[in-house]
């Protein structure tokens, strides 16, 4: 016979992130502050994407972003570079960021006068998709070297993002990625994401990337959310 009780508190943990998500997203709607959650497993391009990306839309908007890591603050310096606003996370040993966690962030970088929030998840496949962070749009970015059948190994990640980034093309020739099948293994997972092959190192693909972010960036703030 037990002698100690067995709570389930897995469901309430998700539903109270839940709810702190919806309300850090109507916070940051009446800011008109858009933010992008951008996850990847590590190596995947995620500080270079950004660099392109900021780069790339930095005359039209003001972007802070939100580097979180373990340890280190490598990836801050080299966004501070850019001249976005920047700051690092440190979780502590946490594999994600959940909706406090992403407020806590906020708190720290100060999003007033900013258009663009982009937080750089921790690089993992698992924890950080099954937290709502509060972003209003989940992008990932898978590179090349990682396979074509990551999205059948990793379905929650790939089914919760509006967009896919499938980086380092250039690289397409030397490993054995087919690219057709990856794109058909990611509609499998969610019929509905955007999916934009693209070389950050080589400035490729780019701009339909960054066409996406700026026009979902304006749908937030003149309330056309789709």
């Known amino acids: 016979m037990k002698d100690f009780k067995v709570l389930e508190i897995k469901t309430s943990v998700f539903a109270d992130n839940n709810l702190q998500a919806e309300k850090l997203r109507e916070e940051l709607k009446d800011k008109n502050v858009f933010l992008l959650n951008l996850m990847s497993s ?5 500080t270079t994407t950004l660099v392109r990306t900021i780069n790339a839309l930095k005359d039209d908007l003001h972007i802070g972003v939100m580097e979180a890591d373990i340890d280190s603050d490598v990836d801050a310096r080299t966004i501070s570079q850019t001249g976005a606003k920047a700051i690092q996370l440190h979780t502590g040993g946490m594999c994600h960021l959940d909706a406090e966690m ?3 962030g906020l708190e720290g970088l100060d999003p ?3 258009d663009l929030v982009i937080l750089e998840n921790v690089g993992n496949l698992v924890c950080p998709a099954e937290f709502d962070t509060g972003a209003v749009k989940n992008a990932m970015i898978l590179s090349v070297p990682e396979g074509d059948d990551k999205p059948l190994k990793y379905p929650l990640m790939f089914s919760i993002c509006d967009v ?7 690289v397409l020739p030397y490993f054995n990625f087919d690219l057709e099948k990856c794109k058909a293994n990611i509609r499998l997972r969610n019929p509905n994401a ?4 693209i070389s950050a190192l080589k400035e490729e693909g780019l701009k339909e990337w960054t066409d996406w972010l700026g026009n979902a ?3 937030w703030c003149d309330n056309k959310i789709d």
């Open 42 to 46: 590590p190596g995947a391009g995620k």
């Open 112 to 114: 007033d006068g900013l």
């Open 217 to 219: 960036v304006k749908s």
């Open 102 to 104: 992403t407020r806590q």
């Open 164 to 170: 896919v980034l499938i980086n380092k093309m250039d």
């Open 194 to 197: 955007v999916i934009i092959p």
